[in-house]
């Protein structure tokens, strides 16, 4: 009986398979991000893809802020019902060896008009409201990955995250203030400039 390198045929299977495998990677691979393209850029309306813009921004004049306090506990009423400093959206950082007028900083969301914390929210929390554009985050879509945390291009984050809540937190000009009975939002009032005692803060 003639011997057989038993190891010849396998051998060349595995490496016909192998290269299938490869080829057909590269071709699925190509295959999904023409498709992605398709999808993303072709398929899609175009409203789809652009975010609306904010119809309005908290600006903070630097040398009228007495550093009280004032808007941080009132924005923690509003949207939590107790007064936390560590719980509001606008925050002020001090600096005890700076000198005036930057011994005091004012930290609030920009609304930016294309914003990374809205992009990079996976399930979308993070969102623009559709009717004023106001960015904004959804409590009970934000499953605490943190994403928008780390993609805020400003020091510190604009978003933060809420400790005692468990999820991601933002400025969203007061839409949504359930212990407040004043109407907020752009067109409203923001309780952060209802409450500060030197009309530091305003909305434009």
Same mark, same amino acid.
């Given at each position: 009986?003639?011997?057989?390198d ?7 299977a +595995?490496d ?5 495998f $490869?080829?057909g @990677?590269? &071709?699925?691979?190509?295959? *999904?991000?023409l498709?992605?393209?398709?999808? +993303?850029?072709f398929?899609?309306?175009?409203? $789809?893809?652009? @975010?609306? &813009?904010?119809?309005?921004? *908290?600006l903070v004049?630097?040398k ?7 808007c941080m506990?009132?924005c923690?009423?509003v ?8 719980l ?5 950082r ?18 930016c ?7 990079a929210c996976?399930t ?10 106001v ?7 934000c499953?605490?990955c943190e ?19 468990k999820?991601a937190?933002?400025c969203?000009?007061c839409?949504?203030?359930p ?6 939002g752009?067109?409203g009032?923001?309780a952060?400039a209802a ?10």
């Amino acid at each position: 009986m003639a011997d057989i390198d038993k190891t010849d045929a396998p051998v060349a299977a +595995k490496d016909m398979t192998r290269r299938q495998f $490869v080829t057909g @990677i590269g &071709a699925g691979g190509m295959g *999904l991000v023409l498709g992605g393209l398709l999808v +993303k850029g072709f398929l899609l309306p175009e409203e $789809v893809l652009a @975010i609306p &813009a904010s119809e309005g921004y *908290l600006l903070v004049d630097t040398k009228k802020c007495a550093g009280c306090d004032s808007c941080m506990l009132a924005c923690s009423l509003v949207h939590y019902g107790r007064e936390n400093l560590a719980l509001s959206r606008i925050q002020i950082r001090k600096n005890p060896f700076g000198k005036f007028p930057d011994d005091m900083e004012q930290v609030q969301c920009r609304q930016c008009p294309y914003p990374p914390c809205v992009d990079a929210c996976p399930t979308g929390a993070n969102h623009a409201d559709p009717e004023t554009g106001v960015r904004m985050i959804d409590p009970a879509k934000c499953i605490g990955c943190e994403r928008c945390v780390e993609a805020c291009p400003f020091t510190p984050s604009r978003v933060q995250w809420n400790f005692e809540d468990k999820h991601a937190q933002k400025c969203d000009l007061c839409k949504d203030t359930p212990y407040w009975n004043r109407e907020g939002g752009p067109g409203g009032t923001q309780a952060c400039a209802a409450v500060c005692p030197h009309d530091a803060i305003s909305f434009t």
